[in-house]
């Protein structure tokens, strides 16, 4: 059997089994919002720890990393420690006290505790969403792309397909489906992904040292650099992952949808962990093939790999793994910006809207947003592109509120939900929030944007707040 048609075979069993997960869990989705949302708060750790995981390691991991692996070399090392390395941060300090709260989103905790602000709960909703519609739409590029690579087919049906499939079965269970393919999907990841990463370092004797020894020969003895040399570009690529993982709304969703906080921190702590080894693994991979190949396109390097260098079994095993990853990643962050847009764009402007119309809106958005993701994948110029300016965007508007919203408070006592103790007002949030946004994307601020974003809307938060605190007491 070649290549191809055990491709062909694997996607459609999959797939297969994930619509039938979600249609065994349709009904106990449709319940309420909360529960197409967050489950109702009832998911042990088993289903945590796995649906993290299986998130964590999208297609753009296996496929986005390697490639910049490939290209870059050992400094791309910078952005996956602030990229991954993020996710236990927020399991360290954040994932406990999210886990106390039944929030559906990120925005809706923001404006309960911070703001009491319809209109920044929306702005934020749409920064939050765009994390979450540029994920979705880079697991859609990476499977076009290797697919079209193995099997020669034009990656834009193939886009379109998987794009359909996980639109359907996201649709039809909200976080059921989501968690309960993502079981699934986690168990494959980690027994492929073991399988996977054995026959990449095989190719180097199983050291990494061997990896360097090969790119010096190659005469590219720089890619085996960190790149402390350029101290502030590693700091900008740290900078960038860390503040786009800390507003993403995934990583709220599991908090919000644990049991209990020691679910949510130890799930998130436990993927994370072992997410940020494989996450680096992948990107040394990318510098294996290089020193075998140096006439590849970085996305198309762990397509040749599975081609040219592992047996038709073992080749389909890490087909299996890639359309896993993919597929998990895609239904999670499509869940995630559906029910963002729904909570927090249409809940707080249409305040009578039952559950079931509130579920209604959800499953149209995942659809809506589902097919504007795929166009995104087709048009987009690479994978993390995409997340990039997603991730800068996105924190640059959204931590500042966060961190000094949670930090600077009115009284000592702790944050209860319903209550009210930050300082920070409704336009020092607007302000802060739109300022962090549209400076993050401006070149003409140089390589530093994102420091100097995240800077400025500090300062006009905790300013403008001060500005209007008076106003802002007046108005309540």
């Not at 003895?221 to 101290?231: L, Q, R, T, V």
Request: proline share 3%; net charge positive; charged share 10%.
């Amino acid at each position: 059997m070649s290549l191809g048609i055990a491709i062909w075979i694997i996607t459609f069993v999959m797939c297969g089994a994930f619509m039938w997960i979600s249609l065994k869990f349709k009904g106990q989705a449709e319940l309420s919002f909360s529960n197409y949302a967050i489950g109702g708060k009832s998911f042990p750790m088993y289903l945590i720890f796995f649906t993290q995981f299986a998130t964590i390691m999208g297609v753009g991991n296996f496929v986005g990393h390697a490639g910049n692996g490939y290209s870059v070399g050992l400094s791309w090392m910078a952005f996956i420690l602030g990229e991954q390395g993020s996710k236990i941060i927020f399991a360290l300090f954040i994932a406990g006290f999210a886990g106390k709260f039944t929030y559906n989103t990120f925005p809706e905790l923001l404006d309960d505790l911070i703001t009491k602000d319809k209109t920044t709960r929306a702005l934020a909703g749409v920064l939050a969403s765009s994390i979450m519609i540029a994920w979705v739409g880079g697991q859609g590029k990476a499977l076009g792309s290797i697919f079209s690579v193995v099997t020669g087919v034009d990656p834009l049906p193939i886009i379109l397909l998987f794009s359909t499939v996980f639109i359907i079965y996201t649709t039809l269970g909200g976080i059921y489906s989501v968690v309960w393919t993502d079981l699934l999907q986690g168990v494959l990841v980690v027994i492929f992904g073991t399988i996977f990463y054995i026959y990449a370092f095989k190719e180097v004797n199983f050291s990494v040292g061997e990896i360097g020894i090969r790119l010096e020969a190659l005469g590219k003895a720089e890619m085996w650099e960190f790149g402390i040399s350029d101290p502030m570009r590693i700091i900008n690529m740290i900078v960038t992952g860390t503040i786009g993982i800390l507003v993403a709304q995934i990583y709220w969703q599991r908090c919000f949808s644990a049991n209990n906080p020691k679910t949510a921190k130890n799930g998130l702590l436990y993927s994370g962990i072992i997410a940020i080894l494989a996450v680096m693994l992948t990107a040394f991979v990318g510098m294996i093939i290089y020193t075998i190949n140096q006439d590849l396109a970085p996305g198309d390097a762990m397509a040749w790999f599975m081609m040219n260098k592992v047996p038709v079994a073992i080749a389909g095993m890490i087909f299996a793994l890639v359309l896993a990853a993919g597929m998990s990643s895609a239904d999670s962050n499509l869940n995630s910006a559906s029910v963002l847009i729904t909570n927090d764009l249409i809940k707080p402007f249409k305040p009578d809207a039952t559950d079931a119309q509130l579920v209604k809106y959800a499953k149209w958005l995942t659809a809506i947003i589902g097919v504007f993701a795929a166009l995104g994948a087709i048009y987009a110029s690479s994978i993390l592109d995409l997340f990039a300016k997603a991730y800068s965007m996105a924190g640059a508007g959204l931590v500042p509120l966060l961190v000094i919203g949670l930090l600077w408070k009115e009284s000592p006592e702790a944050h209860e939900a319903g209550k009210k103790n930050s300082k920070v007002t409704p336009w020092g949030a607007r302000v802060s929030i739109v300022a962090g946004a549209v400076l993050s994307q401006i070149n003409a601020l140089g390589a530093n944007k994102v420091l100097i974003a995240l800077a400025v809307a500090s300062i006009l938060l905790v300013v403008v707040s001060l500005a209007t605190k008076k106003k802002s007491e007046e108005a309540v």
